[in-house]
């Protein structure tokens, strides 16, 4: 056993990410901070594919490969059989991506979380259907283009909200986060492993293949979208108390945007709209995270 | 111990017998009162199992497939809507080769709403895998569900224990529910062969490439054989521990018999009178009853009509474009003899309607007097329609 969690690794070559894929980053760094007592609920996502064909696997703990709308449930009868066998140390992570969160598989996810099922539920955010290349999902972020939103039909509206999705459950947890922040990812996740119920963290996966950007911009661009405020880093404990981990100096979105060919088609008048966009939702947050702590 | 049990507390009494780990289910007529019996025993702690409330069908799959991989017991309940919703999973579960055991209550499918009782919602999934068992008596509902755990722990199967809506799941009729000592000696604590476990990490049901596929798939058929071949040795056990026997079909008069008709489920029961009545004519008709439907036991079923000239095939269920599903695997059934009997396809009672001695009566009469047998089958009792295209 290395002596730092943080160097064993459960993820090894071989797999079939992309270069720069976040999602690999993302999967590096939550079963570094889970450990080996984890068993994966994998619904049909990129990682179905980037985890390799039988008889090989790049991951080092046990996986359950399921079909694309069942994260949420698949996951529950692993929980109800580690129960019943009185394996109460093992965690039970559904691994999802955005297609299988917030569109096909959100019934479940939002029945288990009813539920209070004891599982963490991660969401890498990729933002569009990437495994079959680039369709529009409803994480798509306003304004994108994806090969079901072409040329002018480019999406017209807004990225859903899951996590405010989820904290209307009274979820016990529920946290944002992103592969240019692994510290506060590892902690995120190590402060959910030991949380009972149902825990959720969305994670902000860059996708240099599907965003039409230089793969070493992968985790450049992901950290720009927290400067930004685009994509805030913070949490929600019960439904009720929001932290706000990250306070950015308030960079411009068009910075952010200039770089990924998805958005070259926007003019400068449709970013100064996804600039105010972008300080509405912030401000919100900012009022949410005030209220819930007076 | 005898007791007075409608079908639905039947499948409850074996699920509790059978010691299952996880439930997962999803409330629909006429499967309600299986359920409810089931969260009794939860809550009276005389099942000790974990009972998972989902919110659709489709969920209540998906969990009892991760449970199950997580190597426990596992049973789950549903009819018509239900069942079809699941479809997928009903095929990832065999892919899987999960031995979920599932009480599916044949209902009509919608459209129009009809709670009552048709074949067409379990006889539409045929190609998925599952086993698919038959029946006929509340006794025989009960130790079918017993049945249908050792069957598919042995061979790496699901299986579907089937019961006429409202005719068999909310019929009361005198039970017997066996000793837990008895059904433990037939039925051994669930022993996975694969399984989830952090000790021995693997993957599963992941990508498998035109390499591996096929043989993946021709495994799943060998499972199928299997369950074919094992099934008098489970019977057997049955009969040794628990002192009954069903056979995956039933011949009754079948042997000198010119006209044999071929039914499933509880039209059954009103067959058998109809037999005897005929007999008692001096009228030389038999019956045989399809239990099993999937592995279909062709042999079986060959060996029991060579002999007679007419055979009628009872069918409430359709495959529209080519008539009851029943009659085409019978037919097919019987295409390797040299002189095949003629089989005549009817399909009635549908949606509910009363199949009734009324109804076999002219059945019987219309395979009698037939020139020859049609490809098409014969829709009995029906009113003047018009179809959309005319």
Redesign the interface.
Known sequence: MPENELDREYMFSGHVGCPGCGAAIAMKFVLKALG????M?LPACCW??I?????Q?A?????????F??G??????????????GDSE?TVLTWAGDGGTFDIGF??L??AV??NEDFIYVCYDNEAYMNTGVQRSSSTPYGAWTTTTPGSDWKKMRKKNIVEALVAHRIPYAATTSIAYPEDLVYKVKKAKWIKGSRFLHIFSSCPTGWGLPSELSVKIARMAVQTNIFPIYEVEDGLHYTINFMSKGYLVKEYFKLQGRFKHLTEADLDQIQEMVNDDWELLLRKASLSQS | MKKVLEGSQAVAEAVRLARV??I?AYPITPQTHIVEKLSDFCADDSLP??F?????E???L???????????R?FTATSSQGLALMH??LH?ASGARLPIVMAEVNRALAPGWNIWTDQTDSLAQRDTGWIQLYCETGQEVLDTTLQAFWLAEKVNLPVMVILDAFFLSHTYEPVDVPDQEAVDRFLPSFRPKVQ???Q??????????PG?YMEMRYSIQMAMEEALTVFPEMEGAFQNHLGRRYGPVEALECKDADLILVTSGTITSTARQFIRDLRSQGKKVGLLKVKLFRPFPAEAIREHLRSAQRIAVIDRNCSFGAGGIFAQEIRAALCPLPESPMVFGYIAGLGGRDVTLNVLEEIYRLTQDGDYAREESHWVGLREVSHAGK
Do not use: F
């Open positions: 080996e007592k984890t068993i609920v179905s594919i985890a390799g064909a039988y008889p696997s991951l080092g703990i046990p996986v359950i490969h399921s079909a709308e069942t949420g449930a698949v996951a529950s009868g692993v929980r109800a059989a580690l129960d019943v066998k093992t019934q479940a939002s029945g009813e539920r | 780990e996880v997962s199992a974990r998972l409330r989902v919110e659709s489709h969920s209540a998906a969990a009892l497939i991760g449970a199950s991989s997580t190597g426990v596992t997928e999973l990832w989830l476990d952090t021995n990490p693997c993957s599963l049901s992941q990508m498998a490439p591996i």
